[in-house]
């Protein structure tokens, strides 16, 4: 995996065979952030990644100058690795931490500007995600929710939703937590 721009634009990133992940691919992420240009200003956007596994998705956020960039796994390995490499990057605002998304997400102690959500594609609680973000009022004012998903899965009569797009296997859902005043 790369990093497609930013401070670290081009740096190659290659995490251990043994990670139990799904990573976006490189198109899907190229695409996803292509979309993100017009929508967002990366500088010190306050980033939560669920589901973050290699870090991804969390790396290509921290490069473009997200600020601070929380990487959310239930597993030991993924949050080691995603750890390890933002030591090496010197991303100090990029915290990695082993959590239960829903554990996590019903906390609700903080909110992001935008949230970023790759759950396995089996998991039969896909849905839940979105309800989560939205039931505890995770996103500040104009905040995005971007869920990646099966094709199974229409998420448009959903709260906020904004927009799906389509890259080969892989499915972005775009909700949008309208500004207020």
């Given at each position: ?11 190659k990133?290659?995490?251990p ?20 240009n ?19 998705i969390?790396?290509?956020?921290a ?54 959500a ?15 973000v939205f039931?505890n ?37 775009f ?7």
């Amino acid at each position: 995996m790369r990093i497609i721009s930013g401070k670290n634009k081009g740096r190659k990133i290659t995490p251990p065979l043994d990670l139990p992940v799904r990573p976006t691919t490189d198109m899907a992420k190229e695409s996803l952030f292509n979309i993100l240009n017009n929508l967002v200003d990366f500088e010190e956007l306050s980033v939560l990644d669920l589901f973050a596994g290699t870090g991804n998705i969390s790396f290509e956020f921290a490069s473009r100058g997200c600020r601070p960039v929380t990487s959310i796994d239930i597993s030991h390995k993924c949050i080691r690795f995603i750890s390890q490499v933002a030591d090496q990057l010197h991303y100090d605002f990029l915290r990695a931490i082993q959590a239960d998304y829903k554990q996590f997400l019903k906390r609700g102690n903080q909110k992001w500007d935008l949230i970023f959500a790759d759950p396995p594609y089996d998991l039969d609680e896909q849905p839940m995600v979105h309800n989560l973000v939205f039931e505890n009022e995770l996103l500040n004012s104009g905040g995005w929710l971007i869920l990646e998903h099966d094709k199974q899965y229409d998420f448009s009569d959903y709260n906020g939703f904004y927009d799906h797009r389509k890259y080969g296997k892989v499915n972005f859902s775009f909700f949008n937590n309208p500004s207020k005043g």
